[in-house]
């Protein structure tokens, strides 16, 4: 069994299933503080009393404790008690791709070109979910266009870690190594701010601020969603569930995984446009905020550079995620490539060796929370203060949060509760479309649309 870094302290044993000690919801506050220091002086953004019962994702790791705390921030950021939230409920949403299901079918999740393989000197870990990612796969290690998984296992059995991760980069696959945690670098990441929030100056907006105490705080608020996979439409499609009226706008020539959309999808538009053509800009010029999730090089490239985007824009809300951060602009990267390289999957490992996850993609998840709680506070500073606003993270600043947080010698046993209640169902184009309920208790989320079936407009 790995041993947890020097540095690293062990969570103490939980003495009730409410306690507020070290093992049950500290953890959690200690980022709500954080997140609180960064946003800046926020009335309720206060912390709460106490903590609700711990949260069901079984990890050495604080993956619970992590997924409370954003929880947590969006409920504060909306005026909500997060003494109110579920832990099953949360629980549910970060793994909510396990309970999906489209006319009772679930969703094949994963490709088998996306996962861990065995190298001469060690593992690495691959994602090929997207065809283009697979095709890149095969072509670096020489294979056909329909080499199967069997024939990537055998090609990379014979390279060594750096020969194998160097030869799917340079043909456009997505590889990295499964290293061990570096607790220097984590230390170095955790002094960089959770949210990095900038603000530039311009007049106050016209708009009336978003009230913190209706039931949609984000009512008449537009928001252009810029992003792929699952951070950045798990955060807009929070801010869709608060009202928030969101166009997410896709590439015409790189389709969304259909599982993949639906399950993030909810109650927001999905609309095809090229990112270079004047329509773009035109919806930009009306938009209250808008979240990028894609390469900080590809948004270069694409005219659409976050400080660019505040310079055209004034008093636009700009939130970026990416996957490295912006230290490294041209990666490309997923919340499962993020644990294996900065050293989850050998943290959680089974046997010490055989690289393991965690139980959701919390990385994933939990950067979507905080950058929508950020949102919604930024949107009020907005509106009462004047000024254009930037924050941006990343998931490999998400992962340093979390390998610095108390953990645990053995993962908790799985929790046997009942879903059922925790799941939402909706018909989506005569289809019966079955995903989790809103975390965010008190709400409920609306139909996703099809992707890409409206017309890029407000």
Sequence with gaps: MPTPADDRPIAAPRTSPGSTGAGAGRPAWTVLDRVRSELGSVPHLDAPDAAPLPVPLPSRLATGELALASVSVVMLAAGRSPATIDPHR???????????????????????????????DGWIRTHGNYPHHADGLRAGLHLTDDADADEV??????????????????????????LAEDPARDRALRALPLLD?????????ATPPPSITTALPLRGVRVLDLTRVIAGPVCTRILALLGADVLRIDPPQLAEPEWQHLDTGHGKRSALLDARTARMHELL?????????????????????????????????????????????????????VQ????????????????????????????????????????????????????????????????????????Q??????????????????????????????????????????????
């Design 90 to 120: 949360v629980a549910v949403a970060y793994r909510s791709d396990r309970f999906l299901t489209l006319d009772g079918a679930a969703p094949s999740v994963w490709s088998p070109f996306s996962g861990f393989w065995r190298t001469t």
């Design 153 to 178: 296992r055998s090609a990379l059995a014979e390279r060594t870690r750096a020969e194998a991760v160097s030869a799917i980069t340079s043909a456009c696959g997505l590889a990295v190594p499964v």
């Design 197 to 205: 929030v900038r603000g530039f100056d311009s007049a106050p907006s």
């Design 285 to 337: 010029s009306q938009a209250d905020a808008v979240v990028l999730g894609y390469r900080p090089s590809a948004l270069r490239r694409l005219g659409l550079d976050s400080d660019e985007l505040a310079e055209r824009y004034p008093r636009l809300v700009v939130a970026q995620l990416s996957a490295w951060g912006v230290e490294q602009p041209e990666r490309a990267g997923f919340d499962s490539l």
């Design 340 to 411: 294996a390289e900065s050293g989850i999957a050998l943290v959680e490992s089974v046997d010490g060796s055989t690289p393991g996850a965690l139980p959701a993609q919390a990385l994933d998840h939990s950067a979507g929370y905080l950058l929508a709680a950020a949102v919604i506070v930024l949107l009020d500073r907005r509106a009462r203060d004047g000024g254009t606003w930037h924050v941006r993270t990343s998931l490999r600043r998400i992962a340093a949060e979390l390998l610095g947080m108390p953990r645990r010698r053995e993962p």
């Design 413 to 458: 046993p799985e929790s046997d509760f009942d879903v059922e209640p925790h799941l939402a169902r909706f018909v989506v184009d005569g289809r019966t479309l079955v995903t989790s309920r809103p975390a965010l208790t008190g709400l409920e989320f609306a139909a996703p649309h099809r992707w890409g079936v409206d017309h890029p407009a407000w």
